[in-house]
């Protein structure tokens, strides 16, 4: 499954994962990257060390790159994006939706509905 492949309404849960997954790279310290001691004539040993010696820069690398996103500006003014965006009407559009879903099922129902039985109390 394609990465470019998302709906729209998508975008926020995956940039949200995006920014955890950063974050969680840049807190993580270089001791918890370095090779635990053990035994050295182990050949997956020297896989491990290996491949720590190949990650642990990537990660510094990574860390120091996106260091200044974590400021306070910078997150504070993304949340308040969001927010202005996204959640400051959540609740005059969630009424708004249910009285609409509500209507269009009613409406849907009496159309269903036999004109014996659901005959408009107008006529009647």
Known sequence: MSLLRFRPQDL???CLSVLFLVGFVASMSTESLSPTP???SSRWSLVRARVMEMVEPLVTRTRERWQWFWGPGAVQGFMQTYYEDHLKDLGP???AWLQSSRDHLLNKTHSLC???LCRDR???
Do not use: A, F, H, W
Request: charged share 20%; no cysteine.
């Open 114 to 116: 036999p004109r014996l």
């Open 93 to 95: 559009r969630t009424q």
């Open 122 to 124: 107008t006529q009647g």
């Open 12 to 14: 926020p849960s995956l």
């Open 38 to 40: 053990g035994p050295e």
